[in-house]
């Protein structure tokens, strides 16, 4: 999916969709209208935390492997782009 909002995808799911971008591009402009908005669209508080959490979890991956240079081709890749020891254990 390139663009959940022009996806043939259900509107309560774009709701849900629309709270996770907003969280991880300006998790600080999360209002309590926007929290409202999900729950109007059908999901329950623990939808809506599950939904920050994987969008959270996702965002804090993203920045490891951006800071530390890792790929699909594996470990001995990731250790020789940053100078680091493939096993570090």
Same mark, same amino acid.
């Given at each position: @999916?390139?663009? /959940?909002?022009?996806?043939?995808? #259900?509107?309560? @799911?774009? +709701?849900?969709?629309?709270?996770?971008?907003? @969280?991880?591009? #300006?998790?600080?402009?999360?209002?309590? #209208?926007?929290?409202? *908005?999900? $729950? *109007?669209?059908?999901? *329950?508080? $623990?939808?809506?935390?599950?939904?920050? +959490?994987?969008?959270?979890?996702?965002? /804090? @991956?993203?920045?490891?492997?951006?800071?530390?240079?890792?790929?699909?081709?594996?470990?001995?890749?990731?250790?020789?782009?940053? +100078?680091?020891?493939?096993?570090?254990?």
């Amino acid at each position: @999916m390139k663009d /959940y909002r022009t996806a043939p995808i #259900e509107p309560q @799911m774009k +709701h849900l969709l629309s709270f996770a971008e907003k @969280m991880a591009r #300006e998790a600080n402009q999360i209002t309590p #209208e926007d929290i409202e *908005s999900v $729950r *109007s669209a059908g999901f *329950s508080d $623990r939808a809506i935390l599950d939904a920050a +959490h994987v969008t959270g979890f996702f965002s /804090y @991956m993203n920045r490891v492997v951006l800071a530390l240079g890792a790929d699909s081709k594996g470990m001995a890749t990731f250790a020789q782009t940053k +100078h680091l020891d493939p096993n570090p254990f």
